[in-house]
């Protein structure tokens, strides 16, 4: 079982930037897979980008270059470093854990972003 909670979340300026964080409680966070997913108003949740247990990281186009996530497993805590930001980015941030063995997943509370001038 792991419990997320993401926060820094907020408004910024387009060309702008955040970092966002999700701190996870329970077992074994450093075997976890890691996801960013985002949900804009009115859309279907998206794949942001992953970082596997062994650090690998994979994007989706849109953010690829801009966003960079990572993990720090002597905190428990996944970050998502987001740079230029868009008003397309405007969004719920959830992240989310992925048991290797199992599949299983979890999921965190969300954290709003918004991009407006």
């Known amino acids: 079982q792991v419990q997320l909670v993401e926060s820094g979340g907020g408004l910024v300026q387009p060309g702008g930037s955040l970092r966002l964080s999700c701190v996870a409680s329970?077992?074994?966070?450093?075997?976890?897979?890691m996801d960013w997913y985002r949900q804009a108003p009115g859309d279907v949740r998206e794949w942001a980008a992953t970082?596997?247990?062994?650090?690998?990281?994979t994007y989706f186009s849109s953010v690829k270059g801009r966003f960079t996530i990572s993990r720090d497993n002597t905190k428990n805590t996944l970050y998502l470093q987001m740079n230029d930001l868009k008003s397309d980015d405007t969004a719920v941030y959830y992240c989310?854990?992925?048991?290797?063995?199992?599949?299983?997943?979890?999921w965190g509370q969300g954290t709003q972003v918004t991009v407006s001038s």
């Open positions: 989310r854990a992925r048991h290797p063995m199992n599949g299983r997943v979890y």
């Open positions: 329970g077992s074994s966070f450093n075997i976890y897979h």
């Open positions: 970082i596997a247990a062994a650090g690998t990281t």
